[in-house]
């Protein structure tokens, strides 16, 4: 039962925080599978989308295919399998509506601490109400976090020297201001991972020319931009059997990748030095400004569709440059060599800023929780913390296959409560001293603040596994008990929401 946005509600089941793709498909699980469960949904910012609606960048596009970061119920009928920002926007605004999630959404009203009570079984929910100003308190039963691993008020720029010399334009891609006129200038694109990739050829198409300046290289794959086996099915079936067979079908793929990638690395460099040898001009010069240091996966890699990144290097309208920033000059950047690279606009596309939950404090019973002392079960509950869920999706594939698998988990976890009577679940942290971070790859912004995320232990159930299959099995078919969580409480009391005028 979706409680309405214009009803005033003293207590809920569920309370979704975020209303971007993984708290969009929470709500459309809870309603499939627990049609009897209120649901409501706080939203910080305006607007349903999440990163798809903050991230307003040239060419902004997903980085993994649209048949394995769409829906598990919701079929991608678009053509392109590469999607732009704008349209898995509207993937996520049509889904809402679709389900009805959308009239559940409190807009404008950041969470910013939750209290638990075990005396009553119950969270209560702090928030702001950036529109009016006001401070809005709710109880709800179960809290679930989907409000991602990163600021949205805030993206990550390094302290640049001299940078107040310089008399051109900087912008950072999470901040990126309407009606930037880039057209017949010089821009340098500070960066090598997914965002820097992207901007190069969409600027490409309007400035005169445009430099990707990068510390390091990262590896970059090309794909089509539309998948060739979706098209033929696409003609032949319904896109209700269509959809799983290419989503089964890429995840594959992936899979593969990635299990190389960690069995065979020197293989998979040899095999992802090829592909981008075989886009490049003869004696391009790959070595310096495509082959990492690190191993393929340990950190993401970076997907180009249609090869547009390398097309605009082979026609001259960009170039990369590998090499480190001493200093912002007047008219540009001075590098480590010496050399100067003159620039009228530069976007620091350097990364993003960490952020556990969306920065709310939690306590329990009284007692704050300290996050990094605390183990992930399943890689989406907590020790210690009863009734909590967190969304974190995979690192080697889709965020949304593992978002998928969290919302029927915590259908089946609600199903069973209710079915024993025991409306509390409470983790309980292993007992071994074998823990080792949440998230684990070596990008940047992991780096800087994984020491803000929750560890976990050697083995399931405290092992986030990068793994789809061995989830599914975890996750959707295996028992919702076991040596991990807790269960008990006293039935808490009735649902109390009260109809009022809509604000």
């Known amino acids: 039962m979706l409680i309405p946005c214009g009803m005033t509600i003293d207590h809920i089941d569920v309370l979704i925080v975020g209303a971007g793709l993984s708290g969009i498909g929470a709500a459309c699980h809870l309603k499939r599978e627990c049609p009897g469960k209120s649901v409501a949904i706080l939203e910080a910012r305006e607007a349903i ?93 179960f809290l679930y976090v989907c409000s991602g691993y990163y600021r949205y008020d805030e993206g990550y ?15 950072h891609p999470q901040h990126w201001p309407a009606g930037l006129d880039y057209a017949g200038k010089k821009v340098v694109v500070i960066g090598s991972g997914a965002t820097a990739v992207t901007l190069v050829p969409a600027m490409a198409e309007q400035a005169e020319h445009v430099t990707m300046l990068q510390r390091s290289p990262t590896y970059i794959v090309s794909m089509p931009g539309r998948d060739p086996v979706a098209d033929l099915l696409r003609d032949r079936l319904p896109a209700k059997v269509a959809y799983p067979i290419v989503r089964w079908k890429n995840v594959a793929l992936t899979m593969l990748s990635f299990e190389l990638s960690r069995r065979a690395p020197r293989v998979m460099k040899a095999v992802l030095r090829r592909g981008v040898r075989s886009q490049l001009p003869e004696g391009y010069d790959v070595d310096t400004h495509f082959a990492p240091s690190y191993d393929p996966w340990d950190q993401r890699l970076c997907l180009v569709p249609d090869g547009d990144l390398f097309r605009v290097l082979r026609e001259g309208r960009a170039s990369v440059v590998t090499d480190r920033i001493e200093r912002f000059t007047e008219k540009g950047l001075l590098l480590a060599s010496g050399e100067e690279l003159p620039a009228d606009v530069v976007v620091t596309a350097t990364g993003l800023n960490l952020l556990a939950i969306g920065g709310m404090r939690l306590s329990v019973d ?109 996750m959707r078919h295996g028992s919702v008990t076991d040596e991990g969580v807790r269960f008990g409480g006293a039935p808490a009391a009735g649902l109390a929401a009260t109809d009022a005028a809509a604000g």
């Open 366 to 474: 009284g007692a704050p929780v300290d996050l990094p002392s605390t183990v992930a079960y399943k890689g989406m509950m907590l020790s210690g913390v009863p009734n909590f869920v967190l969304t974190l999706g995979y690192t080697n594939a889709s965020w949304t296959l593992k978002a998928d698998l969290v919302s029927g988990y915590v259908s089946r976890l609600l199903q069973h409560m209710d079915r024993t009577g025991q409306p509390v679940c409470t983790p309980v942290a292993p007992d071994t001293d074998d823990l080792v971070p949440l998230i684990d790859l070596r990008s940047g912004y992991v780096l800087r603040s994984v020491g803000q995320l929750p560890r976990q232990g050697p083995e399931a159930p405290w092992r986030l596994h990068q793994n789809y299959p061995r989830d599914i099995l975890l």
């Open 49 to 141: 989308g999440g990163t798809w609606d903050l991230f307003r960048y040239p060419g902004i596009r997903s980085d993994s295919d649209m048949f394995t970061l769409g829906y598990s119920f919701k079929p991608w009928t678009d053509p392109q399998a590469i999607a732009d920002g704008s349209s898995i926007r509207e993937y996520v605004r049509e889904t809402a509506r679709e389900y009805g999630v959308d009239r559940a959404i409190r807009f404008h009203h950041r969470v910013e601490a939750a209290e638990w009570s075990s005396a009553t079984s119950r969270w209560t929910v702090h928030a702001h109400r950036s529109d009016t100003d006001e401070k809005v308190t709710v109880s709800c039963s």
């Open 157 to 171: 720029t390094p302290d640049f020297a001299g940078l107040e010399d310089f008399v051109g334009e900087v912008v």
